[in-house]
C-alpha cells in the first residue's frame, strides 16, 4: 500500500511538470520573450528623430511621457539619495558577454562590459571603446583602433590583445554562447574552429592598441558586428584557458571584470545584483554611485515603483497599466514601438497559399485593427511591412494598408479561382478551403485573435479549425513544415538583414520564396555604401512583401519604461538598452 | 528495524530507476528542446546544430537517458543550458530560500492545525467550530495569488509597514541582527499566505480523527475513572489522533523543498519553485529532470521516514 502511494507521488509529480509544460511556453511570448531572446546589436538613438507609425495620429502611444506630479514622490525613493534601483525579471547569473542567456543576464553584461562599437537610437553604430575604424577599399580589411589609456576595473589595460582572446573564445570548438563569429567569414576561423590551428590567421594585433581583422566575404554588417564584441581582461580570464576546455570560463560567470561604467559587488541570486560607480570610467565617471538590479515579478512591478522600493522597471505596455503608472503622478514613461512585430504565417508549401491573390484576400478579409485595438488598445498598430516604424529601413511610400474590405476579399478569391459550394463553403476543383490554425495555448493574442479571424472568414466562406499546443509544441511543427497556419512574433535586430523571408534561409520554415525578395536582400547585404545607399534597396523590398505577403502581417506594439521622474539624464530607445547611458543619469536631490 | 530499513532503501533503487526512466520519457516526448524554446532570430541552422551537438540533444533518446543515468549514478547531475553551472549548485543556491517559507509555515500550521482541530472536534457543532470550519474554508479556497496581493495592498502599500517583495531590502549591507530583521519583515507575507492555505485541510484532518477517538471505549474508560476533561482529551485522546498524521508528516517532507511557485512570484521570494517553472518553459532539461529526481528522492524517503516512526509509536504495527 505504502509503496503504492510513493510511485502514485512520483506519477503525479511527473503529470505537474507535464502539464506544467504545456502551458508554461508562451506566457511570455506576447511580451518580453521574443525580443528577449534575440541577439541584439546596440544602436544609438542619441537623436530622436522617429518616423511616426504609419497609423495617422497616434502620437499618444508613444513618447517620453513626463510626470504631472512629482512632488508625490514617496519618501522610500527621495530618501536614497545616491542609489539607482532597477526592477527586472532575476539575471541567471551569466555575467559574461559571450555566454549571456536572458535579456537580464545582459543587462548586467552591458553594465560591466564595454564594446568597441555599440548600437545608437537609431540603429546605427557608433564608436564606443574604438577609437577609430578603417575599412579597406575592397571591404575585406577592418582596422579597429582602441582609446588609449582604457584600464579594466582591476587596474590592467585594455589592449587589443584582449581583442583576439575575445575571439579565440567564440571560436573554440566548444563554445556553447550564442555569438555567431563564423557567419562573418574570418580568413582562419574555419581553421582554428574546426582544425588544430592554434591562432586565427586572419586576426592580427598590430600593437597594444591596433587589430586587423581579415575575412574573405565583406557584407553591409561585418564592420559593425566585429566591433560589437566587448573587451575582458584576459589577464583574468585567461588564467586556466585552454582551447577546447570552457570550463575555467564557466566557473567566472557570476564574478565579472571589465571596463563598465560600474563594477558588480554582489550577486544574490533571485534578489540583487548591486553595482557601485567605476570611478575611472572612460566616458566620465558614473553621476550615481549606486545601483542596484532588482528583481520584480509582473505581479509586483507596478506597487514597488509606487512605493519606491525601485525607480525603474519596464512595463508590459497596455491601456489599463499606463493608466494605473499615470495616476501615481510620480512617475514618467518612455514608450516606444517594440523591436519586433507579430504575424500569422502560412504553410507556403501548401497550394492553396501559393496564389498571392488568396493571400491579399486573407489580408483584406481579416480584421486587424480590431483585433490589435481589443489586445493593445491605441498601444499597437496593424503592420505591412515587416520592419520596424523606427528603423532607418522603414518605409510607408506604395504600401498596401489593407484596411478591412471583405468585399475586395471575396473578389480576389473569385479572381483565384475559388467558388462557394452547396454548404457556403469556398471549392475549388473539389477541394474545400479550411485552414488548421495551430493555436499557441495561453497566449493572449492568439486569444484575440482566433475568434475574430473565424468570424471574419466563415463570412468569406473559408472554415477554421483551431487545435491549441504548447509553444514549443507549434515550434516543433514548424520546423517539420507540419503545419497549416499559426501565430508567432519576431524580434528584429537593428540591421534589416535576415533570413526569414529568403529562399531557403536558415530561418525561413514557411517555404516561402521569391525572387525579387531573395535579389534586393542579397543586394542589400553586399552594399558597403551605408544605411542611405541601402535604405533605398530595402524600400523596393519591402514594396514588393507588402504585394506578396509572406505571412500575414499582424501588428508592432509598444514597449516602455516607467522611471521614477527623479532619474534624469537616460536615453532609452526601441534600439538603446538602459545601461548603455547609465553613466549619465543623475538624481534629483 | 535495521535490516527493514536497509531492505526498503534497496527497494528504492528499482523505484528510482522506474521514475527516472518515467520522468526521461516524458521529457524527451514532450515537443521542443533548449533550441527551439529560445526561437532567437538571428540564429543560423548551423549554430543550432553546433549547439545541439555540444548539449548532447542530437543524440537518440536512449543514448542521452544512459549518459544521464550513468552521470546521475556518481552524482553528477549535469549543468543547466541556463544557468551555466551544474544543476546541485542551481539547487543549493535557490532550495534553502525555499526552505525557510516552507519550514515556518510548517510549524505554524500544525500548531494551529492541532489546536483548532481539537477544539473544534471536542466541541463540535458549536459556535466556536462553525467559525473555526468557515474561516478554514474560507483560507483554503481563496487562490494564493488573490490573498497575497490582497495584503501586499493592504500592509505594503496602504499601511507601508511590511515590504512588498524580495527576500532582503535591495542594496541593504546589514548582517547579523540586521539581516536576520529585514528577512523576516519581508518573509513574514508569504509565510502569513503559505500557512493560511495549509491550515485549512490539516485542521479538517485533526477533527475527523479526533472526532473519530473521543468514541472510543477507552476515552469513556478514562471518563470513567474520573481523569481531568484535559487529561483525557490531550493525553489520551490526542495521542491517538495524532497517529494517521504521521503519514501526513512523511508527505510533507518534499513540501518543504519543492518550493511555492506562485507564491514566489508574488512575493518576489527567490526560492526553487520559480527556477523549476522556468526550466520547464525554456526547456533547460539538465536542471528540470535533476529537481525532479531530486522531489522523487526526499518523497522516497519521506515514505520511509513515516513507516518507520508509525512503527515506533504505533505498538499495533511490527516492522521486520
Redesign the interface.
Known sequence: M??R???L???M??TI??L??CS??T??EPNQG?EG???ETPNTNEGENTEEPPAEGEDESQGYFEAEDPAANPDTAKNRTD?L?VGMT?P???FNPY?W??AYDKYVVNTVFDTLLEVSGDGTYTESLAESVEVSEDGLTYTYKLKPDVKYSDGTPVTMNDYLFAMKIMLDP???G?S?M??LNIVGADEYKNGDATEISGIKVIDDLTVEVTVTEATAVTRDYLGDVALLPESYYGKDFKKGDMDSL?AM?DKPVGSGPYVMTKF?????V?FEANENYFKGAPKIK?L?Y???????RL??L??G??DMDMITVSEDNVEEVKMMGFIDLNIFPTNGYGYVAFNHNLEKFQDQKVRQALMYGLNRAEIVESIYGIYANPLNIPESSVSWAYTDEDVEAYEFDPEKAKALLEEAGWAAGADGTLEKDGEKFTIDFSATADNPVVEALLPIMTANYQDLGIEIKAETL????I???K?QGNFEMFF?A????PDPD???YITDG??NDTGYSNETVDKLMKEGKMNLDGPEARAGIYKQMYQEMNKDLPNLFLYQRRDGWAINSRVNGLDITAYKDFPFSLYQAELEQ | MKQYIIRRLL?MIP?LI??SI??FA??SM???DYI????????????KAE?RA??GLDKPPVERYFTWAGNMAVGNLG?S?????PVTKVIN??VW?SFIIAFFSLIFSWIIAVFTGVLSAKFQYSFFDKMVTLLVFLCMSLPS?FIG?LL??VF??EL?WL??????T??SKATGWGYFVDVLEHSFLPILVLTMISTGSLTRYFRTSMLEVIRQDYIRTARAKGLKERTVIFKHALRNAMLPAITLMG?EL?ALFGGAIILE???????IG??Y?ES??V?DYPF?LGF?IF??VL??IG?LIS?VLYGAADPRIRLK
Open positions: 505504502k509503496k502511494m510513493s510511485l507521488l512520483a506519477i509529480l511527473l511538470s507535464v506544467a509544460a508554461g511556453g506566457a511570455e521574443d531572446t534575440q541577439q542609489t534601483i532575476s541567471k547569473g551569466v555566454f542567456q536572458t566548444k563554445y556553447d550564442e555567431d563564423m557567419s564557466k560567470h544574490s541570486p533571485g534578489q540583487e548591486v549606486n542596484v532588482k528583481t520584480t515579478t509582473e505581479e509586483t506597487p514597488m509606487q512605493s522600493e525601485i504548447d509553444f514549443n509544441a515550434m516543433d511543427k520546423d508567432a519576431w524580434g528584429l535586430t535576415n533570413t526569414v536558415a530561418q | 527497494q523505484t522506474g521514475i518515467l520522468v516524458i521529457s514532450v515537443p521542443g527551439t524554446a529560445k526561437n532567437s532570430p538571428s540564429m543560423t541552422a548551423e549554430k549547439l555540444i548539449y549543468d543550458l541556463q544557468h551555466k553551472q543556491t535557490y530560500n495569488f496581493l501586499i495592498k505594503a502599500l507601508g515590504p512588498i517583495g524580495g527576500m532582503t535591495a542594496g508527505f518534499p512570484k508574488v512575493f518576489v521570494w527567490p526560492g520559480q527556477v517553472l520547464i518553459t526547456r528540470m525532479t522531489l522523487a518523497t522516497l515514505n513507516d
